[in-house]
């Protein structure tokens, strides 16, 4: 599904309008996508009191029709015109016709009849300005969103048409007055503001109505949302005549002495998305411990520079032995010393050398301490292997690309893209709604914020799915994107059994082949 920016849906709409599509017809599709959308979320609406908010432009005019449907379901609604002309309006007319009664904000002295409908409504709908939004919001519209704020019942919905208005339809920027909505229903396609903090955080539920456009005026996308429809589509085939050769083979290079539990999530997450073997090479001090705990996994123990810390030496070992491995999948939990430092180096340079047969066509994965080393070393994008996934979470790719992670928080669309142009591989900078960004400009958008999964481990389990996918045959590009899915459908179904509260990472372990069956149905 195509995320677009405010000025791409404005030509689209152009478009539709040039192919003889009237904005009326969009209109009437919207907002009865809009009422369909609050029936479908809400039940029956019957009795209920409704009070629309409406603006200028399409956006109030989609919150009209979406008030003529309601009306003629049996709700109670209620009409708060702001700055918009009644004169020639076809839906306002309509409205009229029902006896849906209504307000004009400019005739509201001290907003005293806002402040009375506000606190008897059961639904407030935000269709006040949807993408033609400019911050900041002041003068009477500031107003009236602060009295819907300060009156409104604490039980009362909140219903924004395509976006709530104050949120920046591009960067999810917010103004202070936004209200936030229970319920966005996105008219057409989503924006990206919506995925992207703070405003992902005043969305709630995110709903995505067709309103008819044809598919000749899509054009093409350089922004998309992973879908479960995308994922089905590039999962790995599971034939009947196989073996576990068939299902690639992951090399995991992970671990220390003070992060024993890394390599362990990285490793069963490989083998839970369905790799065929995974080998894990760690240091010859933890090598005892995490065997007696991985019964399925093989092991390559490395010499320590100091116990339970690799260093140059162990690269040199490592690099023997990777021939035949379909993935490597460097980092969880390796530590951050200067040795580990070494041994990354060293590695790299060992796989960039003519001389390293053993490594062409093998991909990548370099998560957590294996990008923490990276960004230590002069010119590391010169080391990066030609196929990879950087999998950073803010920090990370912060110290990468020599920025503050507050300027990677602000715009983490631009980031991950810079990141991926920079790298020259795919970047999954994760958080919530974490992007996918490739190297020539495509992104994706995960459409889920979990705060279950804000718990250590995740990201390591993370790792070993997206290696997993890899090993299984997918592109970087399309692992980085079923791995992200998966993982976070497998963090929706833990939160529904268990809370947001209390999911530990190995939880999703057990889960992750769920989560694949329920995309493949």
């Known amino acids: 599904m195509r995320i677009v920016t405010a000025e791409e849906m404005r030509q689209i709409d152009r478009e539709a309008a040039a192919r003889?599509?009237?904005?009326?017809?969009?209109?009437?599709?919207?907002?009865?996508?809009?009422?369909?959308?609050?029936?479908?979320?809400?039940?029956?609406?019957?009795?209920?009191?409704?009070?629309?908010?409406?603006?200028?432009?399409?956006?109030?005019?989609?919150?009209?029709v979406a008030a003529n449907h309601l009306r003629d379901w049996g709700a109670g609604v209620t009409l708060y015109i702001w700055n918009r002309a009644a004169e020639g309006d076809a839906n306002f007319q309509a409205a009229r016709e029902r006896g849906i009664s209504f307000?004009?904000?400019?005739?509201?002295?001290?907003?005293?009849?806002?402040?009375?409908?506000?606190?008897?409504?059961?639904?407030?709908?935000?269709?006040?300005?949807?993408?033609?939004?400019?911050?900041?919001?002041?003068?009477?519209?500031?107003?009236v969103l602060e009295t819907i704020a300060q009156t409104r019942a604490v039980d009362t919905t909140v219903v924004a048409v395509d976006l709530p208005t104050g949120l920046d339809a591009d960067t999810g920027a917010l103004d202070a007055?936004?209200?936030?909505?229970?319920?966005?229903?996105?008219?057409?396609?989503?924006?990206?503001?919506?995925?992207?903090?703070?405003?992902?955080?005043?969305?709630?539920?995110?709903?995505?109505?067709?309103?008819?456009?044809?598919p000749e005026v899509e054009g093409q996308s350089s922004l998309e949302m992973i879908t479960p429809a995308l994922v089905k589509m590039h999962l790995p085939a599971r034939p009947a005549i196989s073996h576990k050769g068939t299902f690639g083979k992951v090399l995991v290079v992970a671990g220390s002495y003070n992060y024993i539990g890394a390599p362990f999530l990285a490793c069963v997450g490989a083998g839970r998305v369905g790799a065929g073997l995974v080998t894990l090479a760690c240091a010859n001090q933890i090598y005892p411990i995490l065997a007696s705990k991985l019964v399925e996994t093989t092991f390559l123990p490395l010499p320590d520079v100091v116990p339970g810390l690799l260093g140059s030496e162990a690269a040199g070992v490592l690099a023997r032995f990777v021939a035949g491995y379909n993935v490597i999948l460097l980092g969880p939990g390796i530590g951050h010393t200067p040795g580990t430092v070494s041994f990354v180096e060293r590695l790299l340079r060992q796989a960039k050398s003519r001389r390293a047969k053993d490594f062409v066509g093998i991909p990548w994965l370099i998560d957590a301490d294996g990008l923490n080393a990276l960004?230590?070393?002069?010119?590391?994008?010169?080391?990066?292997?030609?196929?990879?996934?950087?999998?950073?979470?803010?920090?990370?790719?912060?110290?990468?690309?020599c920025a503050g992670v507050d300027q990677v928080q602000a715009d983490r669309l631009g980031a991950a893209r810079?990141?991926?142009?920079?790298?020259?591989?795919?970047?999954?900078?994760?958080?919530?709604?974490?992007?996918?960004?490739?190297?020539?400009?495509?992104?994706?958008?995960?459409?889920?914020?979990?705060?279950?999964?804000?718990?250590?481990g995740t990201g390591?389990?993370?790792?070993?799915?997206?290696?997993?996918?890899?090993?299984?045959?997918?592109?970087?590009?399309?692992?980085?994107?079923?791995?992200?899915?998966?993982?976070?459908?497998?963090?929706?179904?833990?939160?529904?059994?268990?809370?947001?509260?209390?999911?530990?990472?190995?939880?999703?372990?057990?889960?992750?082949p769920e989560a694949i069956n329920m995309v493949k149905r």
Not at 181 to 203: C, N, R
Not at 384 to 398: G, I, K, M, Y
Not at 429 to 452: C, E, H, R, Y
């Open 375 to 401: 960004a230590q070393i002069k010119r590391w994008p010169d080391l990066t292997p030609p196929q990879a996934v950087f999998t950073p979470h803010p920090t990370e790719l912060a110290r990468l690309l």
């Open 177 to 214: 007055v936004t209200l936030p909505a229970d319920l966005t229903v996105t008219l057409g396609y989503p924006k990206p503001g919506l995925f992207l903090l703070p405003g992902a955080a005043h969305v709630g539920k995110l709903a995505v109505a067709d309103i008819g456009l044809p």
């Open 20 to 64: 003889g599509l009237p904005t009326a017809f969009l209109m009437a599709n919207a907002g009865r996508a809009v009422a369909e959308a609050m029936r479908d979320r809400y039940g029956d609406l019957a009795g209920k009191d409704v009070l629309i908010l409406v603006g200028p432009g399409n956006n109030g005019g989609d919150g009209l």
């Open 103 to 143: 307000v004009s904000a400019a005739e509201d002295e001290g907003l005293a009849r806002l402040r009375d409908q506000a606190g008897r409504a059961r639904i407030v709908v935000d269709a006040l300005l949807g993408t033609g939004k400019a911050r900041p919001i002041e003068g009477l519209l500031k107003q």
């Open 418 to 456: 810079r990141g991926a142009q920079q790298s020259r591989q795919v970047v999954v900078l994760k958080g919530a709604n974490t992007i996918v960004a490739a190297p020539d400009g495509q992104a994706f958008i995960n459409p889920s914020a979990n705060p279950a999964l804000a718990t250590a």
């Open 460 to 512: 390591d389990v993370l790792a070993g799915a997206i290696a997993g996918f890899m090993a299984q045959g997918l592109e970087p590009k399309w692992a980085a994107v079923a791995g992200v899915f998966i993982h976070s459908l497998a963090g929706e179904i833990l939160r529904e059994e268990i809370g947001e509260a209390g999911v530990l990472a190995g939880d999703l372990l057990d889960i992750l």
